[in-house]
């Protein structure tokens, strides 16, 4: 398990994304973050936010990360960079194809959202 079931969460008001950022925790252990709020007291601090809110997303981050899972690295680029996420998807797919990798996650997401009305093409 990680750290986060182990400190009390009203004295530590990390989140998934701050510790992500931190390097405390890791992509994958997103699910463990929101089962910790799920089985959060009633009368707990977690238990009064949203989900985004507890994970440390804005609404348009989690919202993305809901949609197309595959985006929460991005996201994470985005912050380090402090970047929208579109531009992090741009130079991703920019420096993969200059080094011939495979740009599927990238190109599905930076797609999706242009189809969506989310970004615009440049």
Known sequence: MFKLLQRNRADDRSTFMDDVLRGHATLDEIDDYIEHWHDAPDDSQAASMELHEFL???????????????????TV????????????????????????????DAELVLDWLKSKGRIRDH
Request: aromatic share 8%; proline share 4%.
């Open 56 to 74: 440390g997303m804005t609404w348009e981050e989690y919202r993305l990360w809901g949609e197309r899972p595959e985006s929460l690295r991005f």
């Open 77 to 104: 680029a985005a912050r380090r960079a402090k970047r929208p996420v579109a531009d992090i998807l741009r130079a991703n797919l920019m420096g993969a194809a200059a080094r011939s990798n495979d740009t599927t």
